[in-house]
């Protein structure tokens, strides 16, 4: 029986943004998040004449390091089974230096991998971090789940007195 569109809330037309975020955690180690919505779940019973659960619900890792990647053309994959509707994912045993693209996506036994969502591109740093290799750390720090304010925020006060520049340049001299 179908549903009139009387019947349907505004929220129901509404799209929910659907996205897959991968974040460094470790040298080796990342978190991917999605949200967990309905509209996929709807697109792939449609598509499947099946319910989710009833698919494998898997992440590939793809190794783009270097390359534009078209979906296709990685250097290579790793695919895990995940569950879809828990929304996280720990992924570890990534190769150092590399730069790595995640997609969220489902496989039935008669098809082959159908995505959903793809992630952000995440670079790894490399292993060791020597004092002489600054870019590394800092890679390393900028790319960590925990949000960090950056260091010169404590040297900036919101008090602090701009003139514009014609205006200094007349003081100094």
């Known amino acids: ?13 509404v799209p929910i943004k659907g996205e897959l975020q991968m974040k460094l955690v470790s040298y080796r180690k990342i978190i991917l998040f999605w949200e967990v919505s309905e509209i996929p779940t709807k697109v792939i019973q449609l598509f499947f004449n099946l319910k989710v659960d009833e698919l494998i619900q898997v992440v590939r890792i793809y190794d783009v390091t270097e390359i534009n ?57 490399l292993m060791k971090i020597s004092n002489a290799n600054e870019m590394n750390h800092e890679l390393l720090r900028f790319q960590q789940i925990e949000d960090r304010p950056p260091k010169w925020i404590d040297h900036v006060s919101t008090y602090s007195y701009y003139m ?10």
């Not at 029986?1 to 037309?13: I, L």
């Not at 514009?164 to 001299?173: A, G, I, L, R, S």
Request: aromatic share 12%; glycine share 4%.
């Open 69 to 125: 990647f078209n979906g296709k053309n990685a250097h290579h994959f790793h695919e895990t089974t995940v569950l879809y509707h828990n929304g996280h994912w720990f992924i570890k045993g990534l190769e150092s230096n590399r730069c790595y693209v995640a997609e969220l996506g489902v496989k039935s036994s008669t098809t082959d991998f159908f995505p959903i969502l793809r992630s952000n591109t995440l670079q790894t740093p």
């Open 1 to 13: 029986m179908s549903e009139s569109p009387s019947n349907r809330t505004p929220r129901d037309f």
């Open 164 to 173: 514009e520049p014609k205006k200094m340049e007349e003081k100094n001299e």
